[in-house]
């Protein structure tokens, strides 16, 4: 089933999700209004901000939208006119979360509800591949269901079927990470040579039997923030490159590999050349290690965070987009990789997270140089122990009804950025339009009858369709 194929309205949503169940059970998150919502005076005027909204707005426009001229033909090459309606079927550009919750549910129909509300939203799923649960003794893989269960941790093969099912693009999550509790293997040698041939044979396993169905892998994750947490002596010296050209060997040349880093790396310490991150990268870049794309996480995760944020001190609109640019000049895409925005209370609850989330993607998404945004936990009570109090899920905890920055996202994606165009061809058989980037199905009646056709739209470029009679 394609996310194409789910219907519009609250019903069909219903139906497909398997509608309602007794005493306020699973109900399918329907299509309605995000609600009005209210924020903090500091936070509201800065993205309020005429410069930054006419930046916004203008970079949506002219980084994920291209122009159309519609050719109408019939067998003998003669323009037609005639009605059209092209619309769009998939995105382009990568909205996504984990699948850490795939067939996690105890009840199936849990189970079917959360991967429809999933693939209502998103086209690319996050596959869980940590070192220590993947591979809990040397050689023994958790890839199919025959795998002992883990929490959060379904078996490779599980997701990727999800995938196959619905029709989303995948990406692996993590090659190499120094983070003792979740991903370095409780076998890991304290030899430097051992290490790295274990990290080329991790790469090799996992190309051999993954290369070519999963097309993103964070390669290295949190290399800054790890160091700052975790004894520095746990991985060989200069493992990122190390990382890096074991996966570069391994992979298929159209495997994109990305660094990825956590929140206060990536967008708290911007200070030109001589940030850190920044650093980082240009090095490994400078010296020719395969960098194919720059990964960017925004988790809250402490109080201080969100109240320096809403009080308009801390990843205003402006520094977020300073970041952004910075990042840009490596030349590199940009992916925003994971992302937890808390529905506390304290904080103006499910109201101010959609409201804050809706800005977000729309500042994101209006840059130039991003091409993926990820979501990291769809469900509030799936997150990981003990940041699951800040309740970053897009749906509610035991209903799985969708919380108002779920309906906020549906609104962007399946709405505002989605291409739906009816028009009339003219008496040179054209018709002009400007469509987002996409996969589109062009429905054309003329009075020779009607047919289908298909095209896609692929960014930085304008198109000439030439949809000829059958």
């Not at 079917?112 to 003794?137: K, Q, S």
């Not at 080329?200 to 700052?228: K, P, Q, T, Y």
């Not at 165009?421 to 009858?449: C, K, P, S, W």
């Amino acid at each position: 089933m394609t996310i194409e194929a789910i219907a519009m309205d609250r019903r069909a949503m219903m139906a497909l999700m398997g509608g309602g169940m007794a005493g306020g059970g699973l109900v399918a998150p329907g299509i309605a209004a995000a609600p009005e919502s209210t924020s903090p005076e500091a936070w509201t005027r800065l993205w309020s901000d005429p410069e930054v909204e006419r930046r916004i707005a203008d970079g949506i426009r002219a980084n994920r939208m291209g122009n159309i001229r519609l050719q109408l033909r019939d067998r003998a090459g003669r323009p037609v006119q005639g009605r059209v309606r092209v619309r769009q079927t998939r995105h382009q550009f990568n909205f996504g979360a984990n699948g850490f919750m795939v067939g996690g549910f105890a009840d199936p129909a849990r189970n079917a509800a959360w991967e429809a509300a999933f693939a209502r939203l998103f086209n690319i799923v996050t596959v869980p591949f940590y070192w220590r649960d993947f591979e809990p003794t040397p050689g023994a893989y958790r890839i199919d269901e025959t795998s002992a269960p883990l929490y959060r941790r379904p078996p490779a093969e599980r997701v990727l079927a999800f995938a196959e099912r619905w029709g989303l693009r995948t990406k692996g999550h993590v090659l190499v990470w120094n983070q003792p509790d979740l991903s370095i293997p409780a076998y890991w040698p304290r030899d430097d040579a051992e290490r790295i041939a274990l990290i080329e044979r991790r790469a090799r396993m996992l190309a051999d039997r993954f290369g070519g169905r999963i097309g993103v892998w964070d390669v290295v994750n949190e290399v800054l923030h790890s160091s700052r947490r975790f004894p520095a002596d746990a991985m060989p010296p200069d493992y990122p490159a190390i990382a890096l050209d074991a996966a570069d060997t391994a992979f298929p040349d159209d495997t994109t590999l990305l660094v990825n880093e956590a929140t206060p790396e990536a967008w708290d310490e911007i200070g030109g050349d001589g940030t850190p991150y920044y650093l980082l990268l240009r090095s490994l870049i400078a010296r020719g290690k395969r960098v194919d794309a720059v990964g960017l996480q925004m988790h809250y995760f402490a109080e201080a965070e969100v109240a320096d944020s809403l009080a308009g001190k801390l990843r205003t609109p402006r520094q977020l987009f300073a970041a952004l640019d910075l990042y840009a000049r490596l030349e590199r895409p940009l992916h925003v990789t994971e992302i937890t925005i808390p529905t506390l209370p304290q904080f103006g609850g499910a109201e101010m997270q959609a409201a804050w989330t809706r800005n977000l993607y729309r500042l994101w998404f209006s840059h130039p140089k991003v091409e993926a945004i990820t979501w990291w936990n769809l469900a509030d009570g799936t997150a990981y122990a003990g940041e699951d109090r800040w309740n970053g899920g897009l749906l509610e905890k035991d209903s799985l009804r969708p919380k108002p920055a779920y309906l906020a996202l549906d609104r962007l994606i399946n709405t505002e950025w989605k291409s739906d165009v009816r028009a009339t061809t003219d008496a040179a058989g054209q018709a002009d339009m400007r469509l987002f980037h996409g996969d589109y199905r062009i429905e054309v009646e003329t009075n020779a009858g009607g047919w289908v056709d298909a095209r896609a739209l692929a960014p930085g470029e304008d198109a000439n369709w030439l949809v000829s009679l059958p």
